[in-house]
C-alpha cells in the first residue's frame, strides 16, 4: 500500500478559518479540494458547529478511499450516530467516525463511559459495515498527573483508534517523550499522528521545518508499526501560500508513493 493511502486531511468546510487564529487571508479550498491538493486519500470531515449538507459533502468525496465524520455530540445523545450509519449505506467509503477535542477542558468527566460502550457496540454491528470509533487526543493533554492519566484510560478503552495531535508548534520538540507516554495510554487501540500546517495554538504560521520533521518522524514509526499513518490539518488555509503547506506538499511528492506494509 502506498503511504499516501495512509495519510488522511482533517477537513473543514471552506473559509471557516478566514479572520481567525491570527489569519487576515481568504481561503476558499474545500475539503475535496484539500484531499486531492495534498495528494492524500482519506478524509476527516468536521464540520465545527456549523449546519452542513453531509449528502453533498459525501458525494464530493466518492473517490476517496475512506471517509470518517466527527460525532463528539453523540457521547450525550446516542441517536446522534444513526443518520451516520444511514449515510454509510449510501456510501461505501465512510467507515469511521472522530470524537473531536475529547477531553475539552475536563467535559469528558460529564461524559457517561456505558455510552461510549453502546456506541462503539451499534457502530461495530449494525445492518450496514462495521465502522471505526476514533478519538482525538492532545500531546498536552497527558503526560502530566499519573493519576489523571491512569483514570483517562476507563475513556480510551471503548475506542478503536485514537489521533495524538500537537496543538503548539512550541511543543513539537516533546513528540518523542510524549510518544512513549501515548503508547502507555493505547496498548490495544490503533493510532494516527495528527500534524497541523498552520499553527492554531500560537495564532501563526506554522514553520515548514518543524512540519517537516514531525512528518518525518511519523513516517518512522509507521515503518516501525507503531501507527498506521497521518492526519494533516486542513484545508482551509491551503491556497494561501503559506510555507508550511509547501513543505507538506513537497514531502508528499517524495514520499507519497512509498510502499508501506498494511
Known sequence: MKLREKMWLWGHPEGVYNHM??????SRMTPMEGCLY????NTFMVPVGIKL???????????????GWECYDAAADISVI?????????????????????????????????????IRERLHNN????????????THEF???????EDFKRYIAPFDGIIMWTWKESDVPLIPEKFEKFKELTPDNR?????YLYNFGE????????????????????????????????????????????????????????????
Open 143 to 149: 503526560g502530566l498527573d499519573a493519576e489523571k492519566d
Open 53 to 67: 449538507d453531509r449528502r453533498k459533502y459525501n458525494k464530493s468525496f466518492t473517490t476517496l478511499r475512506e471517509v
Open 21 to 26: 487564529f491570527g489569519n487576515e487571508n481568504i
Open 191 to 195: 493510532r494516527l499522528f495528527g500534524c
Open 203 to 262: 495564532e501563526k504560521q506554522a514553520t515548514g521545518e518543524a512540519v517537516t520533521w514531525q512528518l518525518n518522524w511519523y513516517l518512522e514509526k509507521i515503518l516501525a508499526g507503531e501507527a498506521e499513518g497521518i492526519v494533516l490539518h486542513t484545508n482551509t488555509m491551503a491556497d494561501l501560500d503559506y510555507e508550511a503547506y509547501d513543505a507538506a506538499l513537497s514531502w508528499m511528492a517524495e514520499h507519497g508513493d512509498d510502499e508501506i506494509p498494511d
Open 38 to 41: 495534498l495528494g492524500v486519500r
Open 82 to 118: 444513526e443518520p451516520l450509519i444511514k449515510e454509510a449505506g449510501d456510501f461505501s467509503n465512510i467507515g469511521r467516525v472522530v470524537f473531536d477535542d475529547f477531553q475539552r477542558n475536563d467535559k469528558y468527566k460529564e461524559i457517561n463511559i456505558d455510552n461510549l460502550w453502546k
Open 127 to 138: 445492518a450496514v459495515r462495521p465502522l471505526d470509533m476514533w478519538m482525538v487526543l492532545y
